[in-house]
């Protein structure tokens, strides 16, 4: 992907009041964008629906032919309930969601004996630290199983400990929420 086709198709999703969450090239001549609502606060939360696709896709179309952009298909898409977190802002937006997080190197001696050292996917409640440094990251997780539907829990159980991994985004390959379906509705709260 060339940095001009990255910087028209950015101003031109930004100019019709969107975010750029990402470009994808892939064989066949698909040119794969999505788009998601900026966002301000979780109160005024939106969500990327079917006329906000249309409406952008409708633009980038002739914006991309009067660049002499070749492509086959464009497809414009909203996030999706496992989205991609990539800089500093996505991560602010989703402080307190689970996320599925992938490391570019595994956790070798840093894990001193807890964790696996060859582990490098977690799945988490992402958590803001402030540090010396500015802002870090954490992953909170415990790798004990959830119960099957059905099955009885005793009351005397011990929970498994929380887990907490301390990360900066450079650290990282890959970042996403973590698909969550819940079928009580938007409002109700994620579970972990």
Known sequence: MTVALQTVVEQTVQGLGYELVDIERSAGGLLRITIDHPWVDAATEQFVDVEDCEKVTRQLQFVLEVDGVEYKRLEVSSPGI????????????????LVDITLKEPMGAAASGLVNANRKKFTGRLVAVEGGNGQQWQV???????????QKVSKKRVPAPLQVLGFELSELREAR???VVNFKGRGADQEA
Request: charged letters at 40%; proline letters at 17%; glycine letters at 6%.
């Open 82 to 97: 496992d989205r991609p977190l990539r800089s500093t802002k996505d991560f602010e937006r989703f402080v307190g969601h």
């Open 140 to 150: 909170e997780w415990s790798d004990e199983k959830p119960p099957k539907p059905g």
């Open 177 to 179: 929420l973590s698909p």
